[in-house]
């Protein structure tokens, strides 16, 4: 299997000749991705042992609208590949061990178009770095479910919520009960506009959790 500084190399490599469409396309299946190309029906993926079509290529500077990246080795440097595909409507890092709370304010240059997310199983993502989410205005899905980096779970979706009202949160795998004198404390915490005072709440969740 390659390392994703040799990924990265061969991306350049394929920007060059072929667009930032086709290289980010290479990138995922390189990484053992999924994705589909905006106005097309079909999936792109790589299979069990990292083999993929390259009926891919016939599809230059078509935008990705749909992103697979579940269980791969993604990270904040990798994420960059992505970022000229202004026409994401669903990205999934579902399970990816790499995925952390730079990465998540990395998402912001998706700000437009991005309607489903997915970090679901992500180990190193906290409770602060959700904050960081605020950006997604367009948002209709959002799935945080096993997070063990979350402290006060029913909390944080509560806040959430609050922050992205249009958005549907899925937040299963965790012992939602919360003891009223909490929320209410909290609410008392939280100064006239909602969002600086989850950015707040949740950064000293964040800290928090550094000193334990």
Known sequence: MKSQAEDLSYYGYTQRYYGADTAAAYYILS?????????????????????????????????LEEVDMSYTVINYTGLGNLEEQRSLRTLSFRGCS????????????????????DISHCPRITTGGLAALRNLKGLRRLDISS???????????????????????????YDHSLRLEEVEEKEEQMPTQTGTGIGRIMGHNAEREKVL
Not at 147 to 163: A, D
Request: proline share 6%; hydrophobic share 40%.
């Open 147 to 173: 997070l063990p980096g979350i402290s006060n779970p029913g909390l944080v979706v509560i806040l959430l919520e609050e922050m992205l009202p249009q958005c549907l949160i899925t937040a299963t795998g």
């Open 98 to 117: 790499e995925v952390d709370d730079w990465f998540l304010s990395r998402l912001h240059v998706f700000q437009d178009s991005l309607e489903e997310l």
């Open 31 to 63: 990484l053992n991705g999924g994705f589909r190309f905006v106005g097309q029906p079909t999936w792109f993926r790589a299979d069990q042992r990292g083999k993929f079509s390259w009926d891919f290529l016939n599809h230059k500077n078509t935008p």
